[in-house]
Structures are given as C-alpha cells and as structure tokens.
C-alpha cells in the first residue's frame, strides 16, 4: 500500500472519528454501513469501523488518564478567573474617590463587574458566579456579618 494510500486512509478515518453524527458517509444509522464497490475495493478497509474502534481507545484513555488533569487544568483556570476578579475588583475600587465603607465599596465594585459580564458576556455567566461568590466569602462574609447578615448589608 502506498503512503498516498494510506494518507486518503487516515484522512476517511479521522473524518468519521469527528463527523459520525453528522456525516451520512459516516454515519451507520443512516446508511446501514458502507457497501464497497467490488470485491478486493481496499482489502475491505471500513473507515467507520476504524474509527469507532479508535473512539473507544480515546475514551478509555479519557477515563483513565485525561480527565483528572483536566480537573486539575479546570480548577486551575477557575482559581485564575478568582484572582483575576478580585484585581479587577480592587482596581475599581481604587479608581473610585470613596464616600462609603471601603467594604461596601468592594460589594458595589463586585455587583457592578458581575452585572456588566453578565450582560455583555453570556457564556462566562457560571465562571463570574463562582468568581462573585469567591470574592465575597474571601473578602466580604466577616464584614456582611459584622453588619448583621445580608438584610442588614442591603439595607445600608
């Protein structure tokens, strides 16, 4: 078999591995299979059963090896945004000529940020809660109960 060969191989196989769904050729349920044009076509090669068979190398692999690192990279990105949160957060703040507490300075500062990436970036909606709900238990829950809880803090 020619190197050629094998590259058009490799270029059906990876096809079907990402496009099964998507990819009549590719896809069993709507074909029922792929019917080779004579006897002896590619020595019967099947690019959808080489494909499925390299998918479930990759997702035993993914189970085993992938996945706690990426909880580790998730965790890590997530630690990130908090840091990143709370710069930008203090730098609001220090941007501001300050008339309340510095404590409600950094709930106003904290509220305004969500609101705008709310707002103005959807997809990052779940990284700011878990970014807000950091900065205010790190920075701000001794201070909200000082105040005497939540209903006190919003009432000010």
């Not at 496009?19 to 080779?36: A, D, F, H, L, T």
């Not at 580790?72 to 908090?82: G, P, R, S």
């Not at 941007?95 to 969500?114: D, H, I, W, Y």
Request: charged letters at 25%; proline letters at 4%.
């Amino acid at each position: 078999m020619s190197p050629r060969d094998i590259e058009q191989q490799t270029f059906d196989i990876i096809r079907c591995f990402f496009e099964e769904e998507q990819n009549p050729v590719c896809n069993r349920k709507v074909y029922g299979g792929i019917e080779s044009d004579g006897p002896g076509d590619d020595d019967g090669f099947d690019p959808v059963v080489i494909a499925d068979k390299l998918r479930e190398l990759g997702d035993d692999f993914e189970v085993k090896f992938i996945q706690p690192h990426i909880r580790k990279l998730q965790q890590a990105v997530a630690d990130k945004a908090v840091e990143e949160f709370a710069r930008t957060v203090d730098s609001l703040c220090a941007a501001q000529r300050t008339e309340v507490a510095p404590e409600m300075q950094l709930l106003r500062a904290s509220m305004a940020l969500g609101l705008y990436v709310k707002k103005t970036c959807p997809d990052l909606r779940a990284t700011i809660q878990s970014c807000m709900t950091a900065f205010i238990n790190t920075r701000l829950a001794g201070w909200i109960t000082q105040q005497g809880g939540w209903d006190q803090v919003t009432m000010v």
